[in-house]
């Protein structure tokens, strides 16, 4: 079946680093891939999306492109905020099932210090 | 506009009662999901409504747990005989365009 592998973290980071945080997925045909946020004491959001090969999500500074090639949708941010500090999933969802179930990885919690 | 909606936010229960957790989709929604966020498993896909009828129970960990969706909107999660290995937040998703999916702030579960 389909499934999600991310970097699990934690990430601690300064303030303006770089961020990456890789994420790579197995699946049949041609899923949607995602990155969903959840920030401390609140649930969670999408952050960005691509729906095909090569598509670029991009959304507050992060961004993410779709490598069919290499099954990855790598999360990348030039320069973190403290106000980023937050769980990150990586996810995917194609029909199977029945559904368009979203199948999310484990998380990655990064931690942005002043 | 209101976003989706879950009560209780907390619930706390003795190991073998019945509990029940509701979710109010954004309205117009069709399509619902349940998943479970618990610290072990990641966060797991349970059920998938489309209106009321559920196509997509694969992820119903054992018989016990078991959800309805009514007039197209609300749906209620039941879990009976609550076990330890319940305990976990619960989490329901909402959607009108494939992949784009809103998440209510979920129902935490303990079962003491």
């Known amino acids: 079946g389909n499934s999600v592998t991310q970097m699990e973290g934690p990430v601690t980071l300064s303030e303006e680093a770089f961020l990456t945080i890789n994420c790579t997925y197995t699946?049949?045909?041609?899923?949607?891939l995602f990155w969903y946020v959840q920030y401390p004491g609140e649930g969670l959001q999408l952050l960005l999306k691509?729906?095909?090969?090569?598509d670029k999500g991009s959304n507050k500074g992060f961004e993410a492109t779709y490598r069919k090639e290499t099954t990855s949708f790598h999360l990348e941010k030039g320069s973190v905020q403290v106000s980023d500090s937050a769980v990150y999933f990586c996810?995917?969802?194609?029909?199977?099932?029945?559904?368009?179930?979203?199948?999310f990885g484990k998380g990655t919690k990064l931690t942005v210090n002043p | 506009g209101a976003g989706v909606s879950q009560s209780p936010s907390n619930k706390v229960t003795e190991k073998g009662k019945d509990v029940e957790l509701r979710c109010d989709p954004i309205?117009?929604?069709?399509?619902l999901y349940w998943y479970r966020q618990s610290l072990g498993q990641g966060l797991e896909f349970l059920i998938y409504?489309?209106?009321?009828?559920?196509?997509?129970k694969s992820g119903l960990p054992s018989d016990r747990f078991s959800a309805e969706r009514t007039g197209g909107s609300v749906s209620t999660l039941t879990i009976q005989r609550t076990q330890q290995e319940d305990s976990a937040v619960y989490l329901c998703?909402?959607?009108?365009?494939?992949?784009?999916?809103?998440f209510g702030p979920g129902t935490r579960l303990t079962v003491t």
């Open positions: 996810a995917l969802s194609g029909p199977q099932g029945g559904s368009e179930k979203l199948v």
């Open positions: 409504f489309q209106g009321n009828s559920a196509p997509d």
């Open positions: 699946a049949t045909g041609y899923p949607s």
């Open positions: 998703a909402s959607s009108l365009v494939v992949g784009q999916q809103y």
């Open positions: 309205s117009g929604h069709t399509a």
């Open positions: 691509a729906t095909k090969a090569d």
